[in-house]
């Protein structure tokens, strides 16, 4: 089993920033990829970023430029960074570990609210 645990969402005004940390444990596999993933109200959940197990990123059309991932391996914990926050990126904001063996797992998710 493998647990993720989400934190650092809020209410910030448009053009302010957040910092998501997302704490893995359990039984880790040595490689997995991480990513970060939200749900707006009525919408589908959608890709936001992703970060392979040896540092490559990719982020959706929608944010990139203002968003960053990254990962602290030794810690087990994944962040994502996000600047210039649009009202459009209020969602539930929610991380998933990837091994590249068996199954996904995902967190409870951390709500982000930007205000206009």
């Known amino acids: 089993q493998v647990q993720l645990v989400e934190s650092g969402g809020g209410l910030v005004q448009t053009g302010g920033s957040l910092r998501l940390s997302c704490v893995v444990s359990?039984?880790?596999?040595?490689?997995?990829?991480m990513g970060w993933f939200r749900q707006a109200p009525g919408q589908q959940r959608e890709m936001v970023a992703r970060?392979?197990?040896?540092?490559?990123?990719n982020y959706a059309d929608s944010v990139k430029g203002r968003v960053t991932i990254s990962r602290d391996n030794a810690k087990n914990i994944v962040y994502l960074q996000m600047n210039s926050l649009e009202p459009e990126d209020t969602a539930i904001y929610y991380c998933?570990?990837?091994?590249?063996?068996?199954?996904?797992?995902w967190g409870q998710g951390t709500q982000v609210t930007v205000s206009s």
């Open positions: 998933s570990y990837q091994p590249t063996y068996g199954r996904d797992y």
């Open positions: 359990g039984s880790i596999s040595s490689s997995y990829a």
């Open positions: 970060i392979t197990s040896v540092g490559r990123t």
